[in-house]
């Protein structure tokens, strides 16, 4: 019998539907700017360079809600990182993704109020969450200024270097992205994970 | 009968001889060149003890006094662009007539003749290379001849007394764009010149181009005829102009792996589409970088492959989930 626990108040829902909503845009105009094709454009090329624009400015502000959040509510606490026998932790985690699930085991880490995410969910929201996402608005902000920023910091080259780490740690983001909505299926119920994120109610195994 | 070894140590022994040869005619021919230029530039100074001045005297024959007066503008030579300039080489009576020789001036001289540059450097197998012939046809076909007629000569851009060219130099691509830019800005950012030509007002040139992201960044980087003219594969540097309806307004025509730039700004040093590393137009990269134009074949192509095995991956966990489900 599967139990409901009130685990994502609302503004983390609203935070987690306008990023998702963000990244999915940015990821979109991103891929179309860097594959530009004049004969055949997915999107065309100065509408994605505004699509990217408009949703990184507002990725920004969503990104420094999700900050205070962390520091200054409950929340934090779900991202405190135990490093003392975290790869233990994983890899337990890990076999029971690639054998335990098929099995139907019960999850290693069950969710509780106390502990919202999984040591492997846990340790790919904090570096999705606090190494790639800064990289990339600050990266992403840097093209607002290039002149300025680029030249001063990083010299002649700063644009080429810049654009590689955007680009590639975009790309991660991106997988981050596909493999976090794959896992979201994973619940009670194939769908059960996504009505959590509009009643906020978690429903366990 | 000599032996190959014998045969390749003469040659080897040779060298040092060919090389202090190149070396001493080199030489000689650039003292001569500079010889000349240094004669040239003593006759010059004949005219530039007017011309290179804003300011000129001479005695009034008839009342014996010393007068100064203004020169214009447009009859002053500065002396030192013209020594850095394409036709430093040159006298003054090379291209202007020998009766500018005595002061004041002849009044008929008003109506000489000016060259232009298809004059000296047409039918000429020395400037072949730079195909002028093209150049000219391109620029009667351009807007500045179209609609200026005979007001617009090759003069009003390249000016003989300062010109040089930069696009084959060494000169770093910025210093190229500042400098091919100021040609056009000289008149479209300067009413008065602008003027000369029409009676319209010269347009804001930083609010027509508002619509154009990190203007400034786009204005340091590119030159004005990367969109404002066609560009020409037999011609280095495109001269047809085009009317302003006509400029290029679409990103992708620069920023795409067939990038325009490729034909224009940066042709005189393409080699290769893709460089070693893998990046599409990578000469760009030597000073610059054009979104979607350097991307890189192999960041690409291991992208791919990623997401290929990230998508591969999901469906076969997806797949075993379903098979192995609860009944």
Not at chain 1, 20 to 44: D, K, W
Not at chain 2, 233 to 243: C, E, G, M, R
């Amino acid at each position: 019998m599967s139990e409901k626990i009130y685990l994502y108040p609302l503004w983390i829902r609203l935070w987690h539907a306008l990023n998702a909503i963000l990244i999915i845009l940015l990821i979109i105009s991103g891929v179309s700017m860097q594959y530009t094709n004049p004969e055949n454009p997915f999107i065309r090329f100065d509408i994605a360079v505004t699509m990217h624009n408009i949703s990184g400015i507002i990725l920004t502000v969503n990104y420094m809600v999700f900050v205070a959040g962390t520091f200054f509510t409950p929340n934090g606490k779900y991202y405190k990182l135990t490093l003392k026998g975290l790869f233990g932790r994983l890899i337990k985690q890990f076999t029971y993704y690639t054998f335990g699930i098929f099995k139907h085991e019960n999850p290693p880490f069950p969710v509780t109020k106390e502990s919202k995410f999984n040591p492997l969910q846990q340790f790919t929201y904090v570096i999705a969450m606090f190494v790639l996402v800064p990289i990339v608005l600050i990266t992403g902000w840097a093209y607002f200024y290039p002149e300025i920023i680029l030249t001063k910091i990083m010299g002649g080259s700063g644009l080429k270097i810049n654009d590689f780490i955007h680009v590639i740690i975009g790309f991660f983001v991106s997988f981050f992205m596909f493999i976090h909505i794959y896992f979201c299926t994973i619940g009670a119920t194939f769908v059960s994970n996504f009505k959590s994120m509009v009643s906020g109610f978690h429903e366990t195994h | 009968m000599i032996s190959r070894f014998t045969q390749f140590s003469r040659k080897v022994r040779a060298y040092p001889f060919l090389v202090v040869f190149i070396i001493l005619v080199s030489s000689v021919s650039v003292n001569a060149q500079e010889k000349n230029k240094a004669e040239n530039a003593k006759f010059n100074e004949k005219c530039l003890k007017c011309h290179g001045q804003s300011k000129y005297k001479y005695i009034n024959p008839e009342s014996g006094t010393e007068v100064t007066k203004r020169m214009y503008i447009e009859t002053i030579i500065n002396r030192a662009q013209f020594a850095e300039s394409n036709h430093k080489y040159f006298k003054c009576t090379d291209c202007h007539s020998e009766d500018y020789d005595t002061f004041p001036h002849p009044g008929r001289l008003r109506m000489e003749a000016k060259y232009a540059c298809i004059d000296c450097h047409g039918g000429d197998e020395t400037y072949a290379k730079f195909k002028f012939e093209e150049i000219e046809t391109e620029f009667q076909a351009s807007v500045h001849a179209t609609k200026h007629k005979d007001d617009f000569s090759c003069w009003l851009c390249h000016n003989p007394h300062t010109y040089k060219i930069s696009l084959r130099s060494e000169e770093k691509i910025k210093d190229i764009v500042a400098y091919d830019n100021a040609i056009c800005l000289d008149c479209h950012d300067n009413i008065i010149k602008y003027q000369m030509l029409t009676d319209k007002v010269n347009p804001d040139i930083d609010e027509k181009h508002s619509w154009l992201p990190n203007q400034k960044l786009h204005f340091n980087s590119v030159r004005c005829i990367e969109c404002h003219a066609r560009t020409n594969d037999s011609i280095l540097v495109a001269h047809n102009v085009q009317p302003k309806t006509k400029a290029v307004r679409r990103c992708v025509e620069c920023h795409s792996t067939n990038s325009i730039l490729m034909a224009s700004l940066y042709k005189y040093k393409v080699q290769e589409v893709r460089n070693k590393a893998g990046f599409y137009n990578g000469v760009i990269m030597n000073e610059g970088y054009v979104i979607g134009a350097n991307r890189n074949y192999y960041l690409g192509l291991l992208s791919f492959i990623l997401f290929g095995v990230v998508a591969a991956g999901i469906f076969i966990h997806a797949s075993l989930r379903i098979l192995k489900r609860k009944k």
